[in-house]
């Protein structure tokens, strides 16, 4: 039973361009969340989709965007990069079901922004 | 910011228990305590979540005071791979969002030694 799969697993890009990564929930699982992680931090929400919408956003501006595809898969994208944005982004998903259920993280893709 | 407060960093002798407090004294009701670990690299781990009782499994157990303001995270027999940042978050469980926002904190560096 795969678990969480994210891809790339790494990524270098340069100040102002764009990129989009990719995540596959858990089998059985429906709800994606994805946060960003820096370097000595715990990692912070960015938002959470079900039902192919954004049902929760944390506090980062509208240059994170995501989208959840029918089969569950999701996508964070993020526009005009700044150095600050380096990190690891990591994706969580969770099935709707039962209302404690714990979030299963992926390992994560390494933006490096230069 | 995080509800949670952890010591930063404890050693732990390799096979004795390991036993990681965490304050929470702005608990509510309905938040339920949750553990995820994080080693080097990698996507944080779920390990164990409970409400008010106390809850064991396979991997560590989870003893929660009666008036909820702290817990205590206990890995029985302490091995060097349990080597891991160790979080404690407290999150409202379900809820009109299907809530699935964490905020973390810096954790605690669990250093197991040989």
């Known amino acids: 039973d795969a678990g969480v799969t994210q891809s790339p697993t790494h990524l270098i890009k340069t100040r102002g361009q764009q990129v989009t990564l990719r995540c596959s929930p858990k089998?059985?699982?429906?709800?994606v969340s994805w946060y960003q992680q820096a370097l000595g931090q715990g990692p912070q929400f960015i938002f959470q989709?079900?039902?192919?919408?954004?049902?929760q956003r944390g506090n980062f501006p509208d240059r994170f965007s995501g989208h959840q595809f029918p089969n569950y898969s999701s996508e964070l994208n993020v526009n005009a990069l700044l150095l600050g944005d380096s990190a690891l982004y990591l994706c969580?998903?969770?099935?709707?079901?039962?209302?404690?259920?714990?979030?299963?993280f992926g390992n994560g893709t390494r933006l490096t922004v230069t | 910011d995080a509800k949670t407060t952890q010591p930063p960093s404890m050693d732990c002798a390799e096979g004795r228990a390991a036993n990681l407090p965490c304050n929470h004294s702005?608990?509510?009701?309905?938040?339920?305590v949750y553990w995820y670990r994080q080693i080097h690299s990698q996507g944080p781990q779920y390990i164990i979540h409970g409400l008010k009782n106390n809850e064991t499994n396979e991997m560590a157990s989870l003893i929660i005071t009666e008036d909820r303001k702290s817990s205590t995270l206990i890995l029985p027999h302490a091995t060097l791979r349990d080597t891991a940042v160790y979080y404690c978050?407290?999150?409202?469980?379900?809820?009109?969002?299907?809530?699935?926002?964490?905020?973390w904190g810096l954790g605690t560096s669990l250093a197991v030694n040989p």
């Open positions: 702005t608990i509510s009701g309905n938040e339920y």
């Open positions: 089998s059985g699982h429906d709800t």
């Open positions: 989709y079900y039902e192919e919408e954004e049902r």
């Open positions: 978050i407290v999150r409202v469980a379900g809820g009109a969002g299907n809530n699935r926002k964490l905020i």
């Open positions: 969580a998903s969770s099935p709707r079901g039962r209302r404690d259920s714990p979030l299963h």
